[in-house]
């Protein structure tokens, strides 16, 4: 159907035109969001993890090395991610107070001489025809920090938990979003299939008062 001369009269191709653009949109921002809330998921489940290892290395200072690695691969991953700027910020203090302890056993001499030792029984090995994946290949010496003061602890544990409820709630807002948009989406091709046929109808109207 073509425009009627110079009226105002709006074809089915351009109302069709139209309606895909702003549903285009819509889809757009339902993927956006979408994608945002698996993250938003990963984030939390990652940061309830750190909770856990926070305690499991309080009880045990062998794991406060591994407790370094899961921070350090935490703040690269959601680091350049404005909403999550203040959760990474409280990893990044948790961090800095573990890796400062760590680093006074890595520069000691007796971790030195231990790293000394782990690099010729490595180099042995090797020698002798095996390779560093062999179970039986020798293991890096362990770090054990002591233990950090309770209330140090404590504090992390607390200030992890108003993350982790923080980002709940913003979690049950995003799905609130993701539900808006989607009921919009439906209401725009209903009202658009409305659309359509009140065109059409309109347009019969016309052409039968011309008969």
């Not at 994608?35 to 909770?51: C, H, R, T, V, Y």
Request: net charge negative; aromatic share 8%; proline share 2%.
């Amino acid at each position: 159907m073509s425009a009627v001369g110079g009226s105002n009269y709006v074809s089915d191709a351009t109302l069709l035109a139209w309606v895909t653009t702003q549903q285009d949109r819509l889809y757009g921002d339902l993927k956006e969001t979408m994608g945002f809330q698996q993250l938003q998921g990963e984030m939390s489940s990652e940061l309830a993890d750190i909770k856990q290892a926070v305690v499991a290395a309080q009880e045990d200072p062998k794991k406060y090395a591994a407790l370094e690695e899961d921070m350090k691969a935490f703040v690269a991953k959601y680091g350049d991610i404005p909403e999550f700027g203040q959760i990474v910020d409280s990893v990044k203090t948790f961090q800095a107070d573990v890796t400062h302890q760590l680093d006074k056993v890595r520069g000691s001499d007796a971790y030195g001489q231990k790293m000394a030792q782990y690099a010729a029984a490595v180099a042995e090995h090797l020698a002798n025809g095996g390779n560093r994946n062999d179970a039986d290949c020798p293991k890096p010496p362990e770090i054990e920090i002591s233990r950090f003061a309770q209330a140090t602890t404590d504090s992390w544990i607390k200030a992890l938990d108003e993350k982790l409820d923080a980002s709940s709630t913003n979690e049950q807002l995003g799905m609130i979003h993701l539900n808006e948009l989607k009921s919009t989406i439906d209401q725009s091709s209903q009202q658009a299939s409305q659309m359509l046929k009140s065109n059409n109808d309109s347009l019969n109207f016309i052409i039968n008062n011309f008969v």
